[in-house]
Antibody, heavy 116, light 107 residues
Framework: EVQLVQSGAEVKKPGESLKISCKGSGYSFTSYSIGWVRQMPGKGLEWMGIIYPGDSDTRYSPSFQGQVTISADKSISTAYLQWSSLKASDTAMYYC?????????WGQGTLVTVSS | SYELTQPSSVSVSPGQTARITCSGDLLAKKYARWFQQKPGQAPVVVIYKDSERPSGIPERFSGSSSGTTVTLTISGAQVEDEADYYCYSAADNNLWVFGGGTKLTVL
């Protein structure tokens, strides 16, 4: 069974750094790209970027370029989304997602709350 | 950049057919997907490749495509189908584009 399991909720202060994770299982992790999606409170979804774990090729949506870093560790089948300096406006639910054999799979989401 | 347009809300009575449309130029050349999102829950894909239904999704969910418009149809909508529904698709650079979402009320 294909699964994407994300790390737990985080509460951080503005200016702090953060790295959240998404662990894939039940498929060949290096063969399919994983993307990250933001959903701000009460809002729709925004595509942040995508990584191909096979060669770590990474692409960012223009809106998120320079704001976050996407990476992956194929030795442990895990993708990451990280911030170097969080802002209150980063408060949102973050999902990882992947298209595997033409079907889409989503993680359960990680709630990030940034508040002083 | 591409945009996908959905109605903000659709309302039906239980047992009726609900139809939610999604329009955009991207859909003329790329497959659409639909997911269901209930409050506080993760997205659940109900349709992929325009009309394919993942295993475990009830048969009352179906999808169709015509030109630049795709349609999610819920035949005999049930109270438990009340949720937000989003269409989305992947552009050439693997950047996913999302519709704004449709709130389905079954009442």
């Amino acid at each position: 069974e294909v699964q994407l399991v994300q790390s737990g909720a985080e509460v951080k202060k503005p200016g702090e750094s953060l790295k959240i994770s998404c662990k894939g299982s039940g498929y060949s992790f290096t063969s399919y790209s994983i993307g990250w999606v933001r959903q701000m409170p009460g809002k729709g979804l925004e595509w942040m970027g995508i990584i191909y774990p096979g060669d770590s090729d990474t692409r960012y949506s223009p809106s998120f370029q320079g704001q976050v870093t996407i990476s992956a560790d194929k030795s442990i089948s895990t993708a990451y989304l990280q911030w170097s300096s969080l802002k209150a406006s980063d408060t949102a639910m973050y999902y990882c997602a992947s298209t595997i054999a033409a079907a889409d799979y989503w993680g359960q989401g990680t709630l990030v709350t940034v508040s002083s | 950049s591409y945009e996908l347009t959905q109605p903000s809300s659709v309302s039906v009575s239980p047992g009726q057919t609900a139809r939610i449309t999604c329009s955009g130029d991207l859909l003329a050349k790329k497959y659409a997907r639909w997911f269901q999102q209930k409050p506080g829950q993760a997205p659940v894909v109900v349709i992929y490749k325009d009309s394919e239904r993942p295993s475990g999704i009830p048969e009352r969910f179906s999808g169709s495509s015509s030109g630049t418009t795709v349609t999610l149809t819920i035949s005999g909508a049930q109270v438990e189908d009340e949720a937000d529904y989003y269409c989305y698709s992947a552009a050439d650079n693997n950047l996913w584009v999302f519709g704004g979402g449709t709130k389905l009320t079954v009442l």
